[in-house]
């Protein structure tokens, strides 16, 4: 709720500071004064706080700039706690909203302390005050609301929770037919080629290694002549004569005979001999291998490079590298087998979209239903506090009307809006229509109390909503503000006294003048002045024994 409201060179105010209270719910707080003495000058500031326009005359003149800051005392589950923490403006109870304006028509706008936009300003303010003013369109006279506010007040959240629940698995199930559908056109389109590029990777059965394997044996067969040719004069080599093998077995063979005579002189190079025998006996063997193995070979050569040369040009085609053509090969088979299956596929998520909307159309059906059911509950209710406010001849509808497919949306498939007939026999029309301002003030009254404990705001703020009535009605009025001051912190610029007797808190908007300048302060009043205002809107200009005797009887009632 509201805790403060600070004015600086605001029109006619020149300093104004006002506290409110915190503890417990807000009260009924009245702004009373003289006709000209700025009640709308201090609306249209708190206003400019919420993020309304504003431009250089709202600056008092001879200013540099015109400031209005507001507080609110924000309870943990407020709306504006998600805003503010998307903004990486949360963690305070209290919310300053600040806005600046100068005289060249700049301005500037923040959130407790941070420099913020104006938008932000006016979102935050929508979470926190609702001004019920004659033909502002805000509140319960934008239409965009009338939904939220019925399904409150008919306690619908959990049917409301279970359509946006249908609502998102329908358009889910909806874009999963649409994105199969549009991929088995795209294939259907590229059909002759996808065929083709198959048979085509299916021909040389690419391997993710086969380039790194290819490349490596062709550079080895290329080197085969010269590496043969070493390897064969090698062999020579431990071939000449009697050849190295042979001539180590003698060696061997000798000195074995003899080692037992040597007293283990001889033992040392025996070791060394079978050594040397084993491993040139090994050496000449795998000499003779690698021989064979690199025998120059034209033909297998001509074949790994045909080989090589055809998996880098299908890769150069589908514009990927060599090893990633297996995956490619897999991918388009699979694109295939999808195709050719695909029907049967495309049904059954078209079959799945199908039941998703009739899931959706039944439980928007079951909203729908309560919906009319709590229409009719507060059309009763609202017909009940017409009466006494000398709407008596008026009506209240909750008008429901059913939208076409393209029309429906997560809140339902009806749109609501709150309608008023104000003469007998009239048809109902939207409620922002009526034509009288005080007659739409009271019918906002009407079903603002109907709906007291419905929307974020736990500030409302009626303008002038006696207007042009008096005796008991402006008393069925009263009791109305007191009775929805309960649930919410109100406040309310009046004319009225059987309004302002009522009030738990009284200021005075007070217009001074001088030769060269006015200005407007307001003034907090206590019980002596308390009823010395409400007898001045009693008798007018001169108060009278008799004035202040009808205020103490009103303020006595009141209390």
């Given at each position: 709720?509201?805790v403060?409201?600070?004015?600086?060179?605001?029109?006619?105010?020149?300093?104004?500071?006002?506290?409110?209270?915190?503890?417990?719910?807000?009260?009924?707080?009245?702004?009373?004064?003289?006709?000209?003495?700025?009640k709308?000058?201090?609306?249209?500031?708190?206003?400019?706080?919420?993020?309304?326009?504003?431009?250089?005359?709202?600056?008092?003149?001879?200013?540099?700039?015109?400031?209005?800051?507001?507080?609110?005392?924000?309870?943990?589950?407020?709306?504006?706690?998600?805003?503010?923490?998307?903004?990486?403006?949360g963690?305070?109870?209290?919310?300053?909203?600040?806005?600046?304006?100068?005289?060249?028509?700049?301005?500037?706008?923040?959130?407790?302390d941070?420099?913020?936009?104006?938008?932000?300003?006016?979102?935050?303010?929508?979470?926190?005050?609702?001004?019920?003013?004659?033909?502002?369109?805000?509140?319960?006279?934008?239409?965009?609301?009338?939904?939220?506010?019925?399904?409150?007040?008919?306690?619908?959240e959990?049917?409301?929770?279970?359509?946006?629940?249908?609502?998102?698995?329908?358009?889910?199930?909806?874009?999963?037919?649409?994105?199969?559908?549009?991929?088995?056109?795209?294939?259907?389109?590229?059909?002759?080629?996808?065929?083709?590029?198959?048979?085509?990777?299916?021909?040389l059965?690419?391997?993710?290694?086969?380039?790194?394997?290819?490349?490596?044996?062709?550079?080895?067969?290329?080197a085969?002549?010269?590496?043969?040719e070493?390897?064969?004069?090698?062999?020579?080599?431990?071939?000449?004569?009697?050849?190295?093998?042979?001539?180590?077995?003698?060696?061997?063979?000798?000195?074995?005979?003899?080692?037992?005579?040597?007293?283990?002189?001889?033992?040392?190079?025996?070791?060394?001999?079978?050594?040397?025998?084993s491993?040139t006996?090994?050496?000449?063997a795998?000499?003779?291998?690698?021989?064979?193995?690199?025998?120059?070979?034209?033909?297998?050569?001509?074949?790994?490079?045909?080989?090589l040369?055809?998996?880098?040009?299908?890769?150069?085609?589908?514009?990927?590298?060599?090893?990633?053509?297996?995956?490619?090969?897999?991918?388009?088979?699979?694109?295939?087998?999808?195709?050719?299956?695909?029907?049967?596929?495309l049904?059954?998520?078209?079959?799945?979209?199908?039941?998703?909307?009739?899931?959706?159309?039944?439980?928007?059906?079951?909203?729908?239903?309560?919906?009319?059911?709590g229409?009719?509950?507060?059309?009763?209710?609202?017909?009940?506090?017409?009466?006494?406010?000398?709407?008596?001849?008026?009506?209240?509808?909750?008008?429901?009307v059913?939208?076409?497919?393209?029309?429906?949306?997560?809140?339902?498939?009806?749109?609501?809006?709150?309608?008023?007939s104000?003469?007998?026999?009239?048809?109902?029309?939207?409620?922002?229509?009526?034509?009288?301002?005080?007659?739409?003030?009271?019918?906002?009254?009407?079903?603002?109390?109907?709906?007291?404990?419905?929307?974020?705001?736990?500030?409302?703020?009626?303008?002038?909503?006696?207007?042009?009535?008096?005796?008991?009605?402006?008393?069925?009025?009263?009791?109305?503000?007191?009775?929805?001051?309960?649930?919410?912190?109100?406040?309310?610029?009046?004319h009225?006294?059987?309004?302002?007797?009522?009030?738990?808190?009284?200021?005075?908007i007070?217009?001074?003048?001088?030769?060269?300048?006015?200005s407007?302060?307001?003034?907090?009043?206590?019980?002596?002045?308390?009823r010395?205002?409400?007898?001045?809107?009693?008798?007018g200009?001169?108060?009278?024994?008799?004035?202040?005797?009808?205020?103490?009887?009103?303020?006595?009632t009141?209390?």
């Open positions: 709720m509201l403060s409201l600070s004015i600086r060179d605001f029109v006619l105010i020149e300093k104004l500071d006002l506290g409110f209270a915190r503890a417990g719910h807000g009260g009924l707080g009245a702004l009373t004064g003289e006709t000209g003495a700025g709308s000058i201090l609306i249209d500031a708190f206003g400019l706080a919420l993020g309304a326009r504003a431009d250089s005359s709202a600056v008092r003149r001879g200013a540099a700039q015109a400031s209005v800051a507001a507080a609110f005392d924000l309870p943990k589950t407020h709306p504006a706690h998600a805003i503010l923490a998307e903004q990486g403006l963690g305070e109870d209290i919310l300053t909203l600040r806005r600046m304006v100068g005289a060249d028509g700049r301005g500037r706008a923040f959130v407790n941070q420099p913020a936009s104006v938008a932000l300003l006016r979102r935050l303010g929508d979470t926190l005050v609702e001004i019920q003013g004659q033909m502002e369109q805000h509140g319960l006279l934008d239409v965009g609301t009338h939904r939220v506010s019925l399904d409150a007040f008919s306690g619908l959990k049917q409301v929770g279970a359509v946006r629940a249908a609502w998102h698995s329908w358009q889910i199930a909806v874009r999963e037919h649409a994105d199969a559908l549009a991929a088995a056109e795209a294939a259907r389109r590229d059909e002759e080629f996808l065929r083709h590029s198959v048979k085509e990777l299916e021909t059965s690419p391997k993710p290694d086969d380039e790194a394997t290819l490349a490596a044996e062709r550079q080895l067969l290329r085969g002549s010269a590496l043969g070493a390897v064969t004069q090698a062999l020579a080599e431990l071939e000449q004569g009697r050849g190295t093998v042979a001539a180590l077995g003698t060696a061997h063979r000798l000195i074995e005979r003899n080692v037992g005579k040597a007293g283990g002189h001889l033992d040392v190079p025996l070791a060394a001999l079978g050594r040397a025998l491993e006996t090994e050496a000449q795998q000499l003779e291998a690698a021989r064979e193995a690199l025998e120059f070979d034209p033909a297998r050569l001509e074949k790994i490079e045909e080989r040369f055809a998996l880098r040009a299908l890769a150069r085609k589908h514009n990927v590298a060599v090893p990633e053509l297996a995956a490619l090969a897999e991918k388009m088979t699979a694109q295939l087998v999808a195709l050719d299956s695909g029907e049967a596929g049904k059954k998520l078209a079959a799945a979209a199908k039941a998703a909307r009739v899931s959706y159309a039944g439980a928007a059906e079951t909203l729908a239903a309560a919906r009319r059911r229409a009719a509950r507060l059309d009763k209710a609202v017909a009940a506090e017409l009466g006494p406010l000398k709407l008596e001849k008026a009506k209240f509808v909750t008008e429901m059913s939208l076409p497919e393209a029309e429906w949306s997560g809140a339902g498939t009806d749109r609501v809006q709150f309608t008023v104000t003469n007998p026999g009239a048809p109902p029309a939207p409620i922002a229509r009526i034509a009288s301002g005080g007659e739409l003030s009271r019918f906002l009254l009407a079903l603002k109390v109907c709906l007291a404990k419905v929307g974020d705001a736990a500030t409302i703020v009626f303008d002038e909503v006696d207007s042009g009535i008096g005796g008991a009605t402006a008393a069925a009025v009263g009791e109305r503000l007191r009775r929805l001051a309960r649930e919410v912190q109100v406040l309310v610029v009046t009225s006294p059987q309004v302002a007797a009522v009030a738990d808190r009284h200021w005075l007070r217009k001074t003048t001088t030769r060269n300048s006015a407007t302060d307001v003034l907090a009043l206590d019980a002596k002045g308390r010395e205002e409400i007898a001045r809107m009693l008798s200009a001169e108060v009278t024994a008799e004035a202040r005797a009808a205020a103490d009887r009103l303020l006595a009141a209390g």
